[in-house]
């Protein structure tokens, strides 16, 4: 099977720091990946030349088993890549509507889009709603209301809705479950999982390892710039990935990157 | 929440007792039903509320100790036309302020263009209708340099404008040599300059241009900053700029824009000036930045990004505009103006802390 995200050979230079080194990525169709690793390792710097947030020094990433090279966030998105970002990328004064939108707003048909550059609300409104309630979201009540009137699961809920919108190819979550309380995380491991389940392959990055063994199909361990390998959670317990992540155990050597 | 069961088998143990509690944390039910609340949250939803109930509230005071003399069409318009330049200048500002930035160039922007309009026309010859679209460029010009220095070189906009106040100040003086073009010279030679000077009489309610101007302004912007991505963006990057970056805003793009627009409708101030006053006059228009932050600020936008609205800075200028008149009418000292915008000013910026509050 094909990957649809990969990475070859990323290296990424911070002056004298080596951010990553030569690392490795691949990502299946329809699969749950996390990502873990300490701080430090260069997971973030991985997670950032995926969506476009970085420029790695060297290496190639190919989407689908193209070769693509991302100069922005938006070239990312534009290529079906969607991120959530750990501060979740939202303007708290805007409604729901609003942010779900930013940045790729609907314009009415005819002269009033064309000419007056009048946005289509009812029209993202709609689309808005469906999509918080396609992934069981929800009984709303007003998706005008402000996103700083939200929550911080209603909000995570949001921009995991908003990923799972637009995302075509990949979904990437940075720390979907980090400020939230008990009842909020399991609320945002459903999501994860539905969003899974229509088929979108998902990126998780998380320190949380309950959280990790619970949800994802493999797990990709970063350690010292690079994968260490990458390890089925069945086959292993969180001890051992923990292990495997500080050094104090070597990747098994069948699953050596 | 229909999920629950079949899931439940993946849940961590100490997540087991947290499973029988309810489960409603994403609902988007307002659990809040005090009458605070409820101000407190329409007031969110609609910042300009603020303004208008003291405009309203105003108007009534000062209508009672008044009378007929407030309340003739003549008396209402009059404050139209005294507040026309602050509010044209006004709207400029709102939409900097908008974007968490500040623009304290406005008013010498203004001055400069105005001067170049009329200098133009008088000193090399040309054509008004060229002298005064060479004013509007200037304008814009003079506003693309702060924008490009906020949003590509990441100045500070309070830094930036300080420093062009003085530069586009200065440039002014030197290059008008100080020298006033006289309202009947213009009159005579270059009546378009005054355009905005031209009155319209509808049954004693006198109406310039320049106050029809300053509404249609009002409007269109509040239409664009509602209605379009544009808008939307604006109110996106005085929230929160990097999570517009991300959510993918064209950052710098949108902030030069509204730079190069703010000149351009200082411009428009400018030649609203020279109708206003009749001559062309360097040293006029001084106090226009710190007028034009004051009604920005009794209009309700926060001084900090991302909320309020350009209606609230039309009622913002409008309440000014009503002080200043009704307490000349009333015989009072000139500074009791002063002292009551100055309370109105701190009213509004607690108001805009409490409403700010409505999140936690």
Known sequence: MEPVLQARNLVKRYGRVVAMDHADFELYPGEILAVIGDNGAGKSTLIKALSGAVLPDDGDILLDGKPVHFASPIDARAAGIETVYQTLAMSPALSITDNMFMGREIRKPGFRGAWLRQLDRKKMEEIARDKLNELGLLTIQNINQAVETLSGGQRQGVAVARAAAFGSKVVIMDEPTAALGVKESRRVLELIKDVKARGLPIVLISHNMPHVFEVADRIHIHRLGKRACVIKPSDFSMSDAVAIMTGAMDPPDSLAA | ?360
Not at chain 2, 117 to 144: D, H, K, N, S
Not at chain 2, 174 to 203: C, D, H, M
């Open chain 2, 1 to 360: 929440m229909t999920s629950d069961t079949k899931t439940a088998g993946g849940q961590a143990d100490y997540e087991s007792a947290a499973a029988t509690a309810p489960k409603a944390v994403a609902s988007f039910d307002d659990h809040r039903h005090g009458i605070g609340h409820k101000i407190q949250h329409s007031l969110h939803q609609t910042p300009s509320l603020v303004p208008l109930i003291v405009l309203v509230l105003s108007l009534a005071i000062f209508g009672i100790l008044l009378g007929s003399k407030l309340f003739s069409p003549f008396a209402m318009t009059l404050i139209l036309q005294q507040v026309q330049i602050v509010g044209i200048v006004a709207a400029a500002q709102s939409l900097v302020i908008l974007t968490a930035g500040i623009d304290l160039s406005v008013g010498a922007i203004m001055v400069l263009s105005s001067v170049v309009m009329g200098q133009f026309t008088f000193r090399y010859g040309l054509p008004v209708e060229i002298a005064i679209v060479c004013g509007l460029i200037c304008g814009t010009i003079c506003g693309y340099i702060n924008g490009f220095l906020v949003a590509i070189v990441k100045l500070p906009p309070f830094i930036v404008t300080l420093g062009m106040w003085q530069i586009v100040l200065a440039t002014n003086f030197l290059y008008s040599a100080n020298e006033t073009i006289r309202s009947q010279e213009i009159s005579e030679l270059a009546p378009l300059l005054q355009f905005f000077g031209n009155k319209v009489n509808i049954g004693g309610a006198i109406f310039t241009y320049g106050v029809i101007f300053m509404v249609l302004l009002i409007l269109v912007l509040a239409y664009a900053l509602r209605q379009t991505a544009w808008g939307r963006h604006v109110y996106a990057i005085g929230d929160d700029p990097e999570a517009a970056q991300l959510s993918g805003v064209q950052v710098k793009k949108v902030q030069i824009s509204v730079y190069m627009l703010s000149g351009l409708i200082c411009a428009f101030a400018g030649w609203a000036m020279i109708g206003r006053i009749g001559s062309v006059s360097p040293t006029t228009g001084q106090l226009a930045n710190i007028e034009s932050i004051t009604a920005v600020v009794i209009g309700g936008i926060s001084l900090f990004g991302g909320r309020g609205s350009i209606l609230g800075t039309l009622f913002g200028a409008l309440i000014v505009g009503v002080f200043t008149l009704s307490l000349r009418l009333l015989g009072a000292d000139a500074q009791w103006t002063y002292l009551l915008i100055g309370i109105l000013i701190i009213g509004a910026v607690a108001i805009d802390q409490w409403i700010r509050k409505v999140s936690v």
